[in-house]
């Protein structure tokens, strides 16, 4: 796989985690969101270090749209705000896609120059690719002081073609909209 197409399965694959860490909580991380709240992450593998921006680009009372870049490719996400979030409806990550909850905690971390109280929950996951089954372990941390997606940082360990891969994942900042 090359580094852009892991690129996008990563951002796809936070979705899909943070949906399923969210799910703890007794409602829609994003049902607070307001139109212009973003973070802004830096998604450090393979010695390289890549920009990633979730931005809430529009709201309804039933609807969040979020937009995902990453490598400069923008996505756009509708999240039903009706449902409890589950970003493995649309997160677009291929078929067979298998991810299990191992444990979780809670934890103060460092965004920025501020420190906020996040909870924390580690997965074990499994992406096919082409009939190849690529097993990844990732903890998430999430906090509801950081609005467009409440997470304050994510580490990734995935195991492809032979190779072992580290993904740091880390709010680096946010703000909030009108």
């Known amino acids: 796989m090359n580094l852009s197409r892991n690129a996008v399965w990563t951002a796809a694959l936070v979705l899909c985690v943070f949906s399923q860490a969210a799910r703890a909580e007794d409602e829609n991380p994003l049902k607070s969101a307001k ?3 973003w973070a802004e992450f830096k998604m450090k593998t393979m010695g390289q270090e890549m920009p ?3 931005t809430v680009k529009a709201k309804t009372d039933t609807e969040v749209t979020l937009e995902v870049e990453v490598m ?9 705000l009706t449902k409890a979030y589950d970003g493995m409806n649309s997160a677009n990550l291929p078929p067979g896609t ?10 103060k971390v460092k965004v920025g120059d501020k420190e906020v109280d996040a909870k924390w ?4 996951a499994v992406i096919v690719n082409q009939g190849q089954e690529i097993p990844s ?5 999430i906090s509801k002081d950081i609005p467009a997606v409440a997470m304050a940082k ?3 360990v995935t195991e492809a073609m032979g190779q072992k891969v580290e993904m740091d994942l880390e709010c680096s900042g946010y ?4």
């Open 137 to 141: 372990q990732m903890k998430i941390w």
């Open 175 to 178: 703000g909030n909209g009108k």
């Open 154 to 156: 994510m580490h990734i």
């Open 35 to 37: 139109v212009g709240d």
């Open 98 to 107: 298998k991810i299990e909850k191992l444990g979780e905690g809670a934890e």
């Open 72 to 80: 400069g490719q923008k996505q756009e996400q509708k999240v039903d």
């Open 52 to 54: 990633m921006k979730f």
């Open 121 to 124: 929950t580690e997965f074990k």
